[in-house]
């Protein structure tokens, strides 16, 4: 079976300064990877590659067996970035947002009731404009726009921040039944002790390089 991500080598810039410097990682279809490291050590940088947002420039990169080095265009339609910006468009309403990015990805009305109730929002927040949400709504508007969307790759960056108790553990239980149906997951968090239980396995991003933590997890 083919790797969902397949890094030999990667390189990416940001700006002059190689926040990947030849970084090696594969990712097995339906594994749920915790990434690791210090703030600025290409933690970002890496998953906006995997999202075929920044360019590789050098090494060998395959998403989803899309190449990034040559056509890395084609992947962004397959995979669903939560960023830290939400990317949401506060004159629309909650349902109106996932209608519009929904739309694009080729999901249907069924997706979007499915993701509106899933995350909390099925109620009278749905009507409501994104710009008069709290952070914490906003939040989860942004991750039902993700699951509206049915990405074959989660790329994850801090996704429990801004999220009281019961949204963090809304988003554990969103990682583990992604992963259950063969969706593969690559979350950034500095919550790692929470992220840590629902990761198959660990990685760290040290100088631009990635390298494997511990032993592998035993979740289920």
Not at 181 to 203: D, W
Request: glycine share 12%.
């Amino acid at each position: 079976m083919e790797p969902a991500v397949d890094l030999c080598g990667a390189v990416a810039l940001v700006g002059r300064f190689p926040a990947l410097a030849g970084a090696d990682l594969v990712i097995d279809p339906g594994e749920v990877v915790l990434l690791q490291g210090p703030n600025g050590a290409g933690k970002t940088t890496l998953l906006r590659c995997c999202a075929g947002l920044v360019p590789v420039i050098d090494g060998e990169a395959r998403v989803l067996g899309c190449d990034l080095r040559t056509d890395r265009r084609r992947v962004r339609g397959r995979v669903g970035l939560l960023a830290h910006s939400s990317g949401l468009y506060d004159d629309l309403t909650v349902e109106d947002n996932l209608r519009f990015w929904g739309r694009a990805a080729g999901s249907d009305r069924a997706d979007v009731e499915a993701a509106l109730d899933r995350l909390g929002l099925a109620g009278r927040l749905r009507g409501v404009a994104v710009g008069r949400l709290s952070a914490g709504q906003r939040r989860r508007t942004s991750l039902a726009v993700l699951v509206a969307r049915r990405p074959e790759l989660w790329l994850l960056d801090e996704p429990h921040a801004g999220l009281d108790q019961a949204g963090r553990d809304l988003v554990d239980g969103l990682i583990r039944d992604a992963s259950a149906a063969g969706v593969t997951v690559l979350l950034s968090s500095h919550e790692l002790e929470r992220a840590a239980a629902v990761a198959h396995r660990q990685v760290e991003v040290v100088g631009g390089h990635v390298r494997e933590v511990g032993g592998e997890s035993d979740v289920a």
